[in-house]
Every structure is written in structure tokens, then in C-alpha cells.
């Protein structure tokens, strides 16, 4: 019976993995970036990179010397000029159908 409720408790760690896993995947990631942006994710804002990742529930700013190029999964590019700001808040794209969604929100 232990035995049992052991291998139970290892299935449902690796499922919750799996799940969290998949929620952590990145949607796109930075392309091209002039002068400063940065991306909030909880605790605060963080400065971006060029080859950075793009998350779902990012908020992606621009200061107003910066221009950014995201680059998503699909091969679909956002830009966003100087002085912009955008939540990345939801990330659909089905390969074998080709049905992409992006809803995107100014903050």
C-alpha cells in the first residue's frame, strides 16, 4: 500500500510538472532591440536583451529612445516604437491548423 501512495504521489509531481512546465514555455523572444526597453513579471521591471525570452503575462515597455522587435513561435513579429508599452496576454497558435491569437493590451 505504501508503495502504492508513493508511486501516486510521483505521478501527480510529475503531471504538476509537466503543467507547469508548459505554462512556462516562452511565446517569442526579443529580435532586435534599440536603445532601452524592459520586461515586468512579477517583482518589477527588468532591462531586455536581445535574444531574450517572451512569456505570456509579460508587459514589454519601451523608454523613448527604445524600439523592440519580438519575434513569436509562429514566426509573427511585433514592434513596438519609443515610449510603448504592451501586455503579452495570451499566446495561441495551433501548428497543424495554422489558427494564431494574440490579444494584446496596453497597460
Not at 512546465?21 to 520586461?39: M, N
Not at 511585433?78 to 495551433?94: H, K, M, Q, R, Y
Request: aromatic share 6%; glycine share 12%.
Amino acid at each position: 500500500m505504501r508503495f502504492l501512495q508513493r508511486g501516486l504521489t510521483l505521478a501527480l509531481a510529475l503531471v504538476a510538472g509537466t503543467a507547469a512546465f508548459a505554462q512556462t514555455a516562452a511565446v517569442g523572444t526579443v529580435a532586435q532591440l534599440q536603445g532601452a526597453a524592459s520586461v515586468t513579471r512579477g517583482a518589477g521591471p527588468v532591462p531586455l536583451t536581445t535574444g531574450a525570452q517572451i512569456f505570456s503575462d509579460d508587459i514589454l515597455e519601451t523608454a523613448a529612445d527604445g524600439k523592440l522587435l519580438v519575434q513569436f513561435a509562429d514566426g509573427t513579429k511585433l514592434t513596438l516604437g519609443p515610449s510603448a508599452d504592451v501586455v503579452i496576454d495570451e499566446f495561441v497558435f495551433n501548428p497543424s491548423g495554422g489558427d494564431l491569437t494574440d490579444f494584446l493590451h496596453q497597460s
